[in-house]
Each structure stands twice: as structure tokens, then as C-alpha cells.
């Protein structure tokens, strides 16, 4: 009552309607129309009953009582219509008249519905899917704290071409010390070591970053249980500790907060869990599974030339990119005069965090992208011809609508909402097509980034899409519905319509700009089609067929001993080459192209003493056999052998390559080299052999014998098995395994794989990258013939008239059909000719992922042309043989 009467009894109060409330009530009213209009009806029938019970009262028949009470009431129709005017929303009433039209006009019209939707889902489809990749490697920031604030230090020299590469713990002491740039600065070791957990049931090899302290704090990141390192936990000989990744911590002890405190054996060290990571952290890779703290022990204080570390930082809020870089531009002068045999060269790069990646994976991302973006132009292309199509049957229509009365405003709002709902539906169909398609994309992820594997489905995913359909609906559906409205004049309602003129020469600029399209995705398959097949072609230097390759762990303290090493290899070997089948099996530091260390520099006496100007060598160490089991040639002198132990002289193989460059022209045989602080005679020279990749030269080898390791350097003893089998190597793994284990039985044995698998494993970015533009090309191909295809029928349909007249006048069916194949394939070479610069200024762009193929390549341009008039000419067919059997008494009599 309160509401109603004031508080000072003055009367009635009414609460204001205002404008958001009646807008409210009005859109209520809509999506509650037909109860309302029951309501309605009810009411006006209880009003009319009213008033006839009334007149009865008063002594009138019931005849009279209705007729009386019509007459007072007035017209119930008129009154429901009135009342109806106060709530309806217009618009909105107008709007879903117009959807619910178009939905009916689609259902009249399956074909085109279905051409039409499969054409704008796929293009949306695939530029959504492209653009969440984009978005996932280039476009996002970082998940870290302020990631614009974030760079990465690298140590460069240029003299050498080397524009980044890793410093030493000196260097990065004194980096840390003297900047004036930084909030903080952390450093991490640029590899990720394998560690041999056990206590957990079988022994894992898992993959381990070593990070100091300052990674965290720099990075900004929390641990989801437990604390970070702190500086004490990076001092030599403090406890053991270590942090898990979330996913390791969950899978090992079934919760974050209970892993914390737990003792975990790496290596056969007891380690005590102080934090579990978040979920995702991915840093310094995504690969990374544990993180242990990085200690500096003297001997690494020692040395500026054992470059091993990268470093992250982040700037001060008030320090531009450009300070920063100016600031350690100093620094590094300072140190090459304080130090000018290790730094006489070395300069400091500063670079942005995301900048991690290869320029290589850049250009493949914003490829896959701009691919996608060209095949969503030619799908929107070929939907605009479809709706210049259909306008053009639907002139009849149009002008009868327009006869009788239909203002042309309404119908373009109309027209354009049948083009919005083809739009809606055909995003909805992108949408689902991105969804699957995304974790596909995973494998173009660059693994250098620290993000996740797989690009996120989130609202950035749908509404880049949501965009992409209006921007489709709006840039290609206006045309076809002006043209429909501005020419739907009395001329349209005879039976012929005229040609279209300028209509149809822009529907065939659309279908030139298709093929044109076409042909450019064609030449960029092609070209990385001639580049995968190139480093396919590359002689990796080693047979690969029939090798099985494994890992094994070699934990130290417990493997520091030679003796130890030698036992467990001559148990290993011993047991593996009495397996049935098995020709030769050996161990190394680490299979070829699992490369996983640094390249030092070679020095000889007399040739070369200066490391910043000597050439750089990755080294190995190897048991006896191992030359034979890869099947690696020998060039001159002889491989190592069983003599090769402790007690001999400490000799060395080197590859051709580095025999070249330290020697050119000479026997290397007997002479003196030393790397990494060894000092080794040369008594061999092996073919080069590809170590981390297929593409590019061929890095410099020394392969030492594993005997001659001695205690230090145990990061390189020999890890890796390689067997060289006549039968199926791969059944041999279960038996390999058992005698691992009989020899150790805590050693984890992991990456049990073909050597063939893993050569083949190195062209698989490049097999991605081409599939992905292969399919685009493909379904690019498939829409322009679609294109050419209802072009050039709806040509014919256009000159039905025309063709009888011809053939009635005496021109042969060929004639009719040449005539348009002729028209089609004008459009198809017309399209050829526009797209070849415009490929070829694309090849130039994507130049750094073709390996030994030129931008230009004759061969691939030709190729790419005549798959292009092929998919016109099949587009093309069809229509010219309608047309070719036309008959003309048909056509005359019902024109």
C-alpha cells in the first residue's frame, strides 16, 4: 500500500516508466507474443461479456444485449491491434519477420543453401583455426607477469656470424652486476638434461630444467604449492631440492599440496620437493618436466669460454628496449677490455622473450595465416557469385514484390538479412570446423616458446570469428542485394530477362580473383612440396635403415667411476649383440639428430690457437662399434678401438669436414688438436654426418673413445644404445629392455625408436606445413571450379535464347560447346597471368623455408598454371555441353 499511497497519504504514486523499462517490456512482449494475444482476446471477450450482461439486466433480448454491447465496445479487432501497437517492438517484430522469411527462402533452395554454407564455413573455418595459431604464437601475451617487460640476453659475435648464441656464468655475473637496466636477471642452463627418476615403480627418464633462483622472481610466477628457490638454494652444496611440474607432482603423489615435502630419487639422489609449478608453466620449454636449482661450482667460475647459459630479465618501468640496449652495448666494451681472449668479439643482444622462436617458425605461423586468409577471400568470392546468382533468378520475384507495392528499403533490409543468416550459419559450421582443427595445429606450436602445445578454444577463437561473419555477411552480401533491388524493374517480369552486363562482368572479375588466388596457394604448395623433397634428398651421412636406438640413464655419483661405466656398457653390449639378428651395437653420447649439447672451439698448435677465430666442433664419445653400426665411412686412419682406454694415448676421429678446415690439403694423422680443454692426437677421419638437422651444412664431429672419459665431462658419457639389426629391429626392444635391467635394475630405458623414424622425424614441421597449405590449396582449387562452374551456367541460362537462335541458323553443337569453353578458360589463363606476380612476390616472402628451391622456380609456376586451367576446364565442362544440347525449337517456341 505503500507503493501506491505516499507516505503522506497524499494519493496514488505511479512509478515512471522509463525508457530502458519500456524497451524491456516491449522485448518481453516479443518473446511472449502469443500469450499476450490470448491475454488480449480474453480480456476483450470478458469486456464485451460485461457489457452484454449488462444491456440483458436492463430487459434486452440476448440478440439485441450483443449487437448493443458491440456497438459501445467498439471494434474488438481494432482495439487488439491498437493495444498491440503499444507493446510491440517494431524493429525487432520486423527483424524476425525477415529471418523467418530467409529461413523459408533457404528451405525452398537446398542446393544453394548447402553450396552456400559449405563454402563460407569452410573459409571461416579455416581462418579462425589459422588465426587461434596466430594468436597463440605471436599475438598473445606471455603468461607471465608484465610480459612486455620481459627480454632474453644473449651473448653475440658477429666477427664469427654469430648473432646469438649462450654466455658464461662470468659473463652473466658480471651482466647482472654492472646493468643498471634491470629489475632482475636470471639465467638457466640453454639445454634440458634427462634425470633417471625411481622409487615411483619403473625407472622414467624425464626431461629437467636448470634455473637459478632469480627465473622465478624475474618471471613473476607463483608455485601452485610449496615456494620457489631462493638464492640459498643455489649455493654449492646446499640440500638437494627440486620442483615439479603440476601435471608430474599430480600423477606421482595424486595432489599439488601433498607433493610438497616428499623425497623423490633423480639420478639416485634423494631430492626433497619444495613446490609444484602451475599448471602450464612451460619455461624454458614446454618440454621441461622438474626444474632443479642452478649451482655455479668454481670450476665454472673459472672459465669464460664454457658458454652454457641464456638469460631472462626484466626491465625497469621507466627503461625502454632501447636503453637496455645501449646500457649493455657499454658493458660489453667494458668486458672485451677486461677480458680480451675470451671477449675480444662478444657483444650483448637484447631481445624481447617472445622473440625466443626461430625467424623460420615466425614466417611459418604468419604463412599458415595469410594461406587461411586467402582461401577465406576465395570462399567469399565465390559466395558473393552465388548471391549474384540468385539475385539474378530472383528478379521476377523482386519486381512483382515491388508492383504491388513493397518498399525497396525493406527489401534490401531484407535481402541483406538472407545474406546475414547464410553468413550465421556458415560461421556457426566455421566455428565447429576451427574447434576440430585447432589441436591439429599443435604441431606448427614452436617448441622454443614457453606456452602451452595447444592453442586455447576461448572467446578470442569465437569472437574473432563472430567478426569475420558479420564483415562476410555485410562486404559480400550488399552488392547482390543492391543489384536485386536497383534493377527489378518492369523489364524483369517478361520471361527473358536481359544479359547483366556490368553484373556479369563483376562476377567474372570475382571468379578471375578466385583462380588468381588459386594459382598463388598452388605455387606455395608446390615450392615447399620441391623443399621437403630436397631435404629428403640430403645423405644424412649415416645408414639409418634396420637400427633400433634407446636411452638410458647413467646417473652420477653412482656412473662417475669408469669402471662403473665400462661394466654396465660390456654387460649391455655383450647381451645385446648375442640377441638373434643383431649385426653390431654401440653406445654415444647421444644419437644423431638428438643433438643436445654446445660446439666448442678447435685449436691445433701452429694452425689455429685463438679460440674466438678457431673453427667449433661438436664432440661424442663412443664405444668401438659404433662407426659400423651407423654405418659412418672412414676417410683415412682408422676408428677407435678396445685399445683405446685409459692407459693408451688419448686419441680422437674427426670429421672430413673439420680435417678440411684445420688441415686443407694434408694428412691430419698424428696431429695435435684440444677442445673443451682435451688435448687428443688424431688418428682417424670420418665422413661428416648430419648431427642436428637435415638442412645446412654439416657441424664439425670429434668423436672421443668413451674409455677415455675418464671423471670428468660425465655429461657426455656415452647414454644412447644403437643396434644394428638384419630382421625387424623394434621386436627387439622387450628383450633390450630385460637386459638393461639385468645389468641395472634402476635404470630407465625411454625414446625407443627406429633410427629411420627419427631422420624422418626431422622433416616433420615441414610435412605439417604442407599439409596444412596442401588442404588450402586443395579446397581453393575445388571453390574456384564451383566458381567457374555457376558462372558459366548461368551464362548459358542467360543465352538459352541465343544459342537456339545459333543452332537454328546452322551452328554446329562443337561450335556451341567450344564457344564456352573458350569463355572459361580466358578466365582461368586471365587468372594465371594476374597470379604470377603476385606468387612470386609471395615466394620471396616465405624464402627462408625453402630449402634450395628458388622463389621463381619455372617448374612449379608452369605446374602450379596447369593444374589451374584444368580444375577451369573441369569447372567449365559441364555448363558448354548444356549449352551444346540445347534445342532450339524449344527454346524459340518458349521465348
Not at 523467418?100 to 525452398?108: D, Q, V
Request: hydrophobic content about 50%; overall charge positive.
Amino acid at each position: 500500500m505503500a507503493e501506491i499511497c505516499g507516505s503522506d497519504g497524499a494519493g496514488p504514486r505511479f512509478s515512471k516508466v522509463t525508457p530502458m523499462r519500456e524497451w524491456w517490456s516491449k522485448l518481453r512482449a516479443v518473446l511472449t507474443r502469443d500469450s499476450l494475444d490470448e491475454d488480449l482476446r480474453a480480456e476483450v471477450d470478458a469486456h464485451l461479456q460485461m457489457e452484454m450482461d449488462a444491456n440483458l439486466d436492463r430487459g434486452m433480448t440476448p440478440k439485441d444485449a450483443l449487437e448493443a454491447a458491440r456497438r459501445n465496445f467498439g471494434n474488438p479487432t481494432i482495439i487488439q491491434e491498437s493495444s498491440r501497437e503499444a507493446w510491440m517492438f517494431h524493429g525487432l517484430e520486423t527483424l524476425l519477420q525477415d529471418v523467418r522469411y530467409g529461413l523459408r527462402i533457404l528451405r525452398r533452395s537446398p542446393g544453394f543453401a548447402l553450396t552456400a554454407l559449405s563454402v563460407i564455413g569452410l573459409g571461416i573455418g579455416a581462418t579462425t583455426a589459422a588465426f587461434t595459431l596466430l594468436d597463440h604464437v605471436l599475438l598473445r601475451p606471455l603468461p607471465f607477469a608484465h610480459p612486455a617487460r620481459l627480454v632474453t640476453l644473449y651473448q653475440t659475435e658477429l666477427a664469427n656470424g654469430v648473432p646469438r648464441t649462450q654466455t658464461s656464468p662470468p659473463n652473466f655475473l658480471d651482466w647482472r652486476a654492472m646493468s643498471k637496466s634491470f629489475d632482475s636477471m636470471g639465467a638457466y642452463i640453454s639445454i634440458l638434461f634427462s634425470v633417471n627418476l625411481s622409487g615411483h615403480g619403473s625407472p622414467v627418464r624425464l626431461d629437467s630444467a636448470v634455473v637459478n633462483s632469480d627465473v622465478f622472481k624475474t618471471l613473476g610466477v607463483r608455485p601452485a604449492a610449496g615456494r620457489v628457490f631462493t638464492a640459498q638454494d643455489d649455493r654449492v652444496g646446499a640440500a638437494n631440492v627440486v620442483l615439479l611440474g603440476n601435471n608430474l607432482a599430480i600423477a606421482l603423489f595424486g595432489d599439488t599440496a601433498r607433493a610438497v615435502g616428499q623425497i623423490v630419487s633423480l639420478d639416485n639422489q634423494a631430492h626433497t620437493v619444495i613446490g609444484v609449478m602451475p599448471p602450464g608453466f612451460a619455461f624454458p620449454s614446454r618440454h621441461a618436466q622438474l626444474w632443479v636449482p642452478l649451482r655455479f661450482s668454481p670450476a665454472l667460475l673459472s672459465s669464460r669460454s664454457n658458454h652454457i647459459l641464456f638469460a631472462v630479465a626484466r626491465l625497469r618501468p621507466e627503461v625502454s628496449m632501447q636503453q637496455a640496449r645501449a646500457d649493455m652495448d657499454v658493458i660489453a666494451g667494458q668486458l672485451q677490455r677486461a677480458y680480451p681472449k675470451d671477449n675480444a668479439h662478444s657483444g650483448i643482444a637484447v631481445v624481447d622473450l617472445r622473440d625466443m622462436m626461430s625467424p623460420q617458425s615466425r614466417l611459418l605461423v604468419l604463412a599458415v595465416f595469410g594461406a587461411a586468409f586467402c582461401l577465406m577471400l576465395i570462399a567469399c568470392t565465390n559466395l558473393a557469385n552465388l548471391l549474384f546468382a540468385r539475385a539474378r533468378v530472383r528478379r521476377q520475384e523482386i519486381a512483382v514484390r515491388i508492383a504491388i507495392g513493397a518498399a525497396h528499403e525493406r527489401l534490401l533490409r531484407q535481402l541483406l538479412t538472407e545474406s546475414l543468416i547464410v553468413a550465421i550459419l556458415g560461421g556457426a559450421l566455421g566455428l565447429l570446423m576451427a574447434v576440430i582443427a585447432t589441436p591439429l595445429l599443435a604441431r606448427l606450436v614452436p617448441a622454443a616458446l614457453p606456452i602451452g602445445a595447444t592453442p586455447e578454444v576461448d572467446w578470442r577463437m569465437f569472437g574473432f570469428a563472430a567478426a569475420v561473419t558479420l564483415s562476410t555477411s555485410l562486404a559480400f552480401g550488399v552488392g547482390p542485394a543492391l543489384q536485386s533491388c536497383r534493377h527489378a524493374d518492369l523489364q524483369a517480369l517478361r520471361f527473358r530477362s536481359p544479359n547483366g552486363g556490368r553484373t556479369d562482368r563483376l562476377r567474372a572479375v570475382l571468379v578471375l580473383a578466385e583462380v588468381a588466388g588459386t594459382v598463388v596457394l598452388l605455387v606455395g604448395a608446390g615450392l615447399l612440396v620441391k623443399a621437403l623433397w630436397r631435404v629428403q634428398a640430403v645423405d644424412p651421412g649415416f645408414r639409418t635403415e634396420g637400427v633400433l636406438t634407446l636411452r638410458t640413464a647413467l646417473p652420477m655419483p653412482k656412473y662417475s667411476a669408469p669402471t662403473a661405466r665400462r661394466d654396465f656398457y660390456s654387460r649391455v653390449l655383450t647381451g645385446a649383440r648375442g640377441l638373434p639378428g643383431v649385426a653390431s651395437a654401440a653406445y654415444v653420447s647421444y644419437q644423431p639428430m638428438e643433438f643436445a649439447s654446445g660446439r666448442f672451439a678447435v685449436t691445433a698448435p701452429g694452425v689455429v690457437d685463438d679460440p674466438l677465430s678457431a673453427p667449433k666442433a661438436i664432440i661424442h664419445f663412443v664405444t668401438p662399434d659404433f662407426f659400423a653400426t651407423l654405418g659412418i665411412p672412414l676417410r683415412r686412419g682408422r676408428y677407435v678401438s678396445d685399445h683405446d682406454d685409459e692407459t693408451a694415448p688419448f686419441v680422437a676421429v674427426i670429421s672430413e669436414s673439420l680435417s678440411q678446415r684445420l688441415w686443407p690439403g694434408q694428412d691430419p694423422i698424428g696431429r695435435r688438436l684440444n677442445v673443451a680443454g682435451l688435448d687428443r692426437t688424431v688418428v682417424g677421419v670420418a665422413g661428416d654426418i648430419a648431427v642436428r638437422r637435415l638442412e645446412g651444412e654439416s657441424d664439425a664431429q670429434i668423436y672421443f673413445p668413451s674409455e677415455q672419459l675418464g671423471t670428468t665431462s660425465t655429461y657426455y658419457a656415452p647414454k644412447d644404445l644403437v643396434i644394428r639389426a638384419s630382421d625387424t629391429p623394434l621386436v627387439l626392444a622387450p628383450a633390450l629392455t630385460k637386459i638393461i635391467h639385468e645389468a641395472d635394475p634402476e635404470q630407465a630405458v625411454s625414446d625407443v625408436r627406429l633410427l629411420e623414424d627419427i631422420v624422418a622425424s626431422q622433416t616433420a614441421p615441414r610435412r605439417d606445413q604442407l599439409l596444412v597449405l596442401g588442404i588450402f590449396a586443395a579446397i581453393a582449387s575445388l571453390l574456384a571450379a564451383v566458381g567457374i562452374h555457376g558462372l558459366l551456367s548461368f551464362t548459358v541460362l542467360a543465352r538459352t535464347h541465343e544459342v537456339g537462335v545459333r543452332v537454328a541458323l546452322g551452328a554446329a553443337r562443337s561450335t556451341i560447346l567450344r564457344m564456352f569453353l573458350r569463355q572459361g578458360l580466358a578466365l582461368g589463363a586471365a587468372g594465371v597471368v594476374v597470379a604470377v606476380p603476385l606468387a612470386y612476390v609471395v615466394a620471396r616472402g616465405m624464402k627462408a623455408l625453402l630449402f634450395g628451391v628458388e622463389p621463381g622456380d619455372p617448374l612449379i609456376y608452369g605446374f602450379a598454371a596447369l593444374l589451374a586451367m584444368v580444375m577451369t576446364l573441369a569447372g567449365s565442362l559441364r555448363p558448354a555441353l548444356r549449352a551444346s544440347i540445347i534445342d532450339p525449337a524449344i527454346t524459340i517456341r518458349t521465348e
